[in-house]
């Protein structure tokens, strides 16, 4: 019996979205969007447009954030303080399924589109209001951008090491609130094609990084102690870090439960560890972090990486190397699992990674990156007057 063909199919192909937005929550939501099919019209400023592409000129002129954030869109210049532009937005609104907007605080109430006025115009519209700090309290007025909304959320205290606090080199409150704004609007178009109605969705960065803290939030509502950063591993596990080797690389070992705590005291030579009541669990372990570390690293100084990986293999311990951005792009597990397409730009063709949560039977789009007002006479004579 032969095999069933393959069935592509863009799961959000007839949706269309519209992007009033900038940096990067609103924008990785909607390119999300985008990958799997939806129309996303990203509306931006003339002359100007998203603040991102300015960042730089490394992908053939254009920045390294848009160029990530942007590809599968059009891009139409509206002028939304003009009378002529916003009725042109209004006429696109009608069509449209899905708004998502990361403005700054107030600027859509201004327009005359906040959330209560378009969901009373469109009521199967989905809107998704994206904000640093929601509406109401004392910071509510503030913008927000990924180190603010981190530092205010206490991430940054429980990264880098004593004293010297520090913000992730990724932008997780800004990725993390696109995710969230990703996957409600999924729900948002199920529930829609149970009721006929759209939604309000407000999403706050505070609410998203406040989530992301959950551990370390129990831990202090109902232990009482702040979690002291760790530099390579975390306040809450030990031993689980960064270990120099004996030919000049960083593996990363890690045990997040008491039997793997045991393998790896074995696997070290150190089988006595496990017993020794000091370091019984996990707990324990943390409390002692330091003297462990010393005996693993000792370990590990004294054996090459390809080595240690074996053994830790064999002994059922997470290991990993510590990699750099230039390992990352020559992975050969993006490689041999076919992880990047080619995606268009005004300069020419240039590399991409596919969406990371694909159905197999699904097609991603691999759109291109818009020069700034690319598609407004398209659009405009698409949506002109009625």
């Not at 996990?282 to 003297?291: F, G, K, P, S, T």
């Not at 159905?359 to 759109?367: F, L, P």
Request: aromatic share 6%.
């Amino acid at each position: 019996m032969s095999a069933r063909p393959p069935i592509t199919k863009r799961p959000l192909d007839g949706i269309t979205v519209v992007g009033l937005e900038q940096a990067i929550s609103a924008p990785l939501c909607t390119r999300h969007l985008a990958d799997l099919g939806a129309r996303v019209i990203k509306v931006e400023n003339p002359g100007f447009g998203d603040s991102t592409r300015h960042y730089d000129t490394v992908v053939g002129g254009m920045s390294a954030h848009f160029v990530w954030l942007n590809h599968g869109k059009e891009s139409v210049t509206l002028d939304l303080k003009g009378e002529a532009d916003l009725g042109v937005l209004n006429r696109i609104l009608e069509t449209t399924d899905v708004i998502v907007s990361n403005l700054a605080p107030g600027a859509l109430g201004r327009l005359g589109l906040g959330t209560e006025e378009l969901a009373q115009r469109f009521p199967r519209l989905i809107i998704v209001d994206i904000s640093g700090y929601g509406t109401g309290g004392p910071l509510d007025h503030k913008r927000a951008y990924d180190l603010l909304i981190q530092s205010e959320g206490g991430s940054c205290a429980i990264t880098g090491t004593p004293g010297h606090p520090a913000k992730p080199g990724i932008p997780a409150a800004d990725i993390g609130t696109a995710l969230y704004a990703y996957s409600s609007i999924l729900a948002a178009l199920y529930d829609r094609e149970k009721t006929g109605r759209g939604t309000v969705i407000p999403i706050a960065m505070l609410d998203t990084v406040a989530e992301m803290m959950g551990f370390a939030l129990n831990g202090y509502i109902h232990g009482g102690a702040e979690p002291e950063p760790v530099g390579m591993g975390s306040p809450m596990i030990a031993p689980y870090g960064a270990y120099p080797t004996a030919d000049d690389q960083t593996a990363v070992l890690g045990t997040t439960n008491d039997r793997e705590w045991s393998r790896l005291a074995t696997m070290i030579g150190r089988p006595e560890l496990a017993a020794d009541p000091r370091y019984a669990h996990n707990d324990d372990r943390v409390r002692e972090r330091a003297a462990l570390d010393a005996v693993v690293g000792e370990w590990c100084a004294q054996r090459g990486l390809a080595d240690i990986q074996k053994l830790a293999d064999e002994a059922g311990i997470g290991n990993a190397r510590l990699n750099n951005v230039a390992d990352l792009v020559e992975h050969p597990q993006l490689a041999e699992r076919d992880r990047w397409r080619d995606i268009g730009t005004p300069s020419g063709p240039v590399p991409a990674l596919k969406h990371p949560a694909l159905a197999r039977d699904w097609e991603v789009r691999s759109g291109s990156v818009p020069a700034l007002g690319e598609h407004t006479d398209a659009v405009r004579a698409e949506f002109g007057s009625r």
